[in-house]
């Protein structure tokens, strides 16, 4: 068990049977939240966000590279999805696991 708050337990936990993630998974998964809770309690951010208005991050630089902490999608629906350590991912995305490049255009 860990000391995430009550809505972030149900989340990691209704993924881990949506997904039927071993017990090893569920774990790895648990301590990818924490890393990213970890960042964003600890560091500042930086806001980015590309010209084509499509997605918002915050960002921290880790070790030379440039970790989105927290990232607002606006999909083509018109929906906003929300991602951050208490909400790593849903049936519509999540929150990008690559480093981000600011020399891309609109970055």
């Known amino acids: 068990m860990t000391d995430f708050p009550a809505d972030v337990e ?6 881990a049977v949506q997904h039927n ?5 569920e774990i790895a998964f648990r301590a990818t939240v924490a890393w990213y809770r970890s960042l964003d ?4 951010h930086e806001g980015l966000v590309d ?5 918002l991050r915050e960002a921290i630089v ?3 590279e440039t970790v ?3 990232q607002i ?3 083509s629906s018109g929906a906003a999805h929300c991602y951050s350590w208490r909400h790593l991912e849903d049936d519509a995305g999540g929150l990008t696991d690559q480093a981000l490049d600011l020399a891309e255009p609109g970055l």
């Open 10 to 15: 149900a989340h990691c936990r209704r993924l």
């Open 21 to 25: 993630w071993s017990p090893e998974a």
């Open 41 to 44: 309690e600890s560091s500042e």
């Open 51 to 55: 010209e084509g208005a499509r997605w």
């Open 62 to 64: 880790v070790n030379d």
């Open 68 to 70: 989105a902490i927290r």
């Open 73 to 75: 999608e606006l999909g």
